[in-house]
């Protein structure tokens, strides 16, 4: 007989009697679960600079981050409006996020990036100086204390994070998109 298997006289005739038994010998030598360990909220964004100003945009509210993509003038659009551009054969239309918020324009070197936002039938992809990449924050770090930033950056903070030494505004790029202001392109 193999170790483990229940003698044949055991439980005779008596198939529920016989799952009893091998559920009483399973439970015997299971082992235990894993301690479970408390999981902590962890929110994530994607840093990026416009002027001195570090911020964060949720990561659910950013669609692409391209290189600073080649854009055709749009005529009798705004100076903040740059262009359009053709990005994997759509047209992408390009915002100068500085020029939009009155704070001189989006230099165009080797760091600036297009933050792409789609929501609610909007699609735009908005300069900044540079991207940091991915930042995490644990929920704990969530603050209601607003970072010292610019009035026109204002309306789009919603809340910030502190982490270390850092105070991080969230951008909502969403609420950008929102924006009455932001949707009057022409001049």
């Not at 100076?79 to 020029?99: E, F, H, S, T």
């Not at 165009?108 to 039938?121: N, Y």
């Not at 607003?146 to 505004?169: C, M, N, Q």
Request: proline share 6%.
């Amino acid at each position: 007989m193999q170790q483990g298997a229940l003698p044949e006289d055991h439980c005779p005739g008596d198939p529920f009697a016989l799952l009893i038994e091998i559920e009483r010998r399973s439970r015997a030598h299971a082992a235990g679960l894993p301690r479970q360990t408390e999981v902590k909220g962890i929110w994530t964004g994607i840093g990026f600079r416009i002027g001195a100003e570090t911020l964060v945009a949720p990561l659910s509210e950013v669609s692409e981050i391209l290189t600073h993509p080649e854009v055709s003038r749009v005529p009798m659009a705004k100076p903040w409006v740059k262009g359009v551009a053709n990005v994997r054969g759509n047209l992408l239309p390009i915002m100068d996020l500085q020029g939009y918020l009155g704070r001189g324009r989006t230099s165009s070197d080797r760091t600036t990036r297009a933050l792409v936002v789609h929501h609610d039938g909007v699609l735009a992809g908005l300069l900044v100086d540079e991207v940091f990449g991915i930042r995490h924050f644990l929920e704990e770090e969530r603050t209601g204390i607003l970072p010292d930033v610019d009035e026109g950056v204002r309306p789009y903070i919603t809340y910030a994070f502190r982490k270390g030494g850092e105070h991080w505004a969230i951008f909502s790029l969403h609420a950008l998109a929102e924006s009455p202001r932001f949707l009057q392109v022409a001049v």
